[in-house]
């Protein structure tokens, strides 16, 4: 919206020319979205604790996680905000993938939004214990936006149904129909994947950033023919203004950091999980880096790896392999001290991030 206005002035003063520039839209959205933050956070945390919308007592982690039952959750809602309004404000309305990401934002977001009060309700005594909705629907809700995600994604205009192979240039099988599938899988697995995640103060919002930041260059380069044919890696034709929103989604999340470091004033909830984890798999699928998501957001797929292993080691073998799953409970029934976990999976994080990035060199 101000984009509109603003560029618009270019024909009276050369100076607003500055706003057509992708990079200084970046910007803008970037340090939008964390003075949001920043000023609605505090808002929101007062509030909430007024409305009682705390985290309650769970009976699926450590002992020592009993004092943070009267927590704010739901910060997601402000995560959410802060993400779309900068990307309104300053990216091109009508570009195609923007709406696509925002629409994954926001359905996965009502889904989370959806688990969160059903938990509230529990918390108040009118339910059963610390559950949301069933696991079942939830899933089930999950393929349905993330099959109309991949659909929205799969039949625009002459979209590569391609497989980008990290590290193989020359590897790139043509998945056709079978990438609508491909991608359901991508979407719901990453939106869970990073619900897992978050079970310690700020140990979700840590990777989620590094992601982000590699997704905004990779995003930047991709959607730049020139970047793009001298990198040997897939041009999107549409691509240009995601990273206004891959700036939104990095300072709102820097935003929500500060609020969410040990210990926490508020937690996101499933609200925030699960639509970040769906928005950042709808970002891989359209710039064809679904592989590079493994790669960067590897903390994710080893706490969601550590759930499956723990279940089928129990049903198969009546054993289970880590004292608690998902594993940052594992360290933590270790003796770990909380903020020690947190800093070391951030490392991991970013080590991970730069093996990401290596990606555009080795090939």
């Known amino acids: 919206m101000l ?17 057509r520039y992708i990079t200084f839209r970046t910007v803008l959205s970037t340090l939008s979205a964390l003075i949001i933050g920043f000023i609605l956070t505090p808002f929101i945390i007062r509030k909430f604790r007024e409305w009682k919308i705390k985290s309650g007592k769970r009976e699926d982690v450590p002992e020592r996680h009993e004092a943070k039952k009267e927590t704010p959750t739901m910060g997601g809602f402000v995560i959410l905000i802060s993400t779309i309004i900068p990307t309104l404000l ?5 570009n195609y993938y923007i709406w696509v990401v925002v629409f994954a934002l926001l359905s996965f977001g009502g889904i989370g939004f959806a688990d969160d009060i ?68 991508i979407i719901v697995g990453s939106s869970n994947s990073v619900n897992l995640t978050d079970g ?60 969410n470091t040990y210990p926490a004033e508020l937690f996101m909830g499933d609200t925030g999980s699960l639509s970040l984890g769906a928005g ?21 797929v080893m706490e969601a790896l550590s759930v499956i292993i723990q279940v089928y080691s129990f049903k198969l073998r009546g054993k289970r392999v880590f004292k608690m799953a998902p594993i940052h409970h594992h360290f933590e029934l270790k003796g770990w ?11 991991i994080s970013i080590i991970l991030a730069l093996v990401a990035l290596s990606t555009l060199k080795l090939r």
Request: a positive charge; aromatic letters at 18%; glycine letters at 10%.
């Open 337 to 347: 001290n909380e903020g020690k976990i947190v800093v070391r999976f951030w490392i």
């Open 118 to 185: 059903q938990k509230l309700k529990a918390n108040d005594g009118k339910g059963n214990g610390n559950k949301g909705i069933s696991g079942k629907m939830k899933m089930f809700l999950q393929t349905c936006f993330a099959l109309i995600i991949s659909g929205l994604i799969y039949f625009h205009g002459d979209f590569n149904t391609q497989l980008t192979v990290p590290f193989f240039k020359n590897v790139t099988p043509h998945l056709g129909y079978f990438y609508i599938l491909l991608c359901v899988f």
């Open 3 to 19: 984009y509109y206005v603003l560029y618009s002035l270019h024909l009276k003063l050369s100076f607003f020319n500055v706003f």
């Open 200 to 259: 310690l103060d700020g140990l979700a919002i840590g990777p989620v950033l590094t992601v982000t930041m590699t997704f905004l260059l990779f995003v930047y380069l991709v959607s730049n023919i020139r970047f793009a044919q001298y990198l040997q890696i897939f041009y999107v034709r549409g691509a240009s203004e995601l990273p206004i929103l891959c700036g939104a989604m990095l300072g709102a999340g820097i935003g929500f950091l500060w609020y």
């Open 280 to 300: 950042l798999a709808t970002i891989a699928v359209i710039i064809k880096q679904e592989f590079l998501l493994v790669i960067a957001g590897g903390i994710f």
């Open 90 to 94: 300053w990216a091109d309305l009508t």
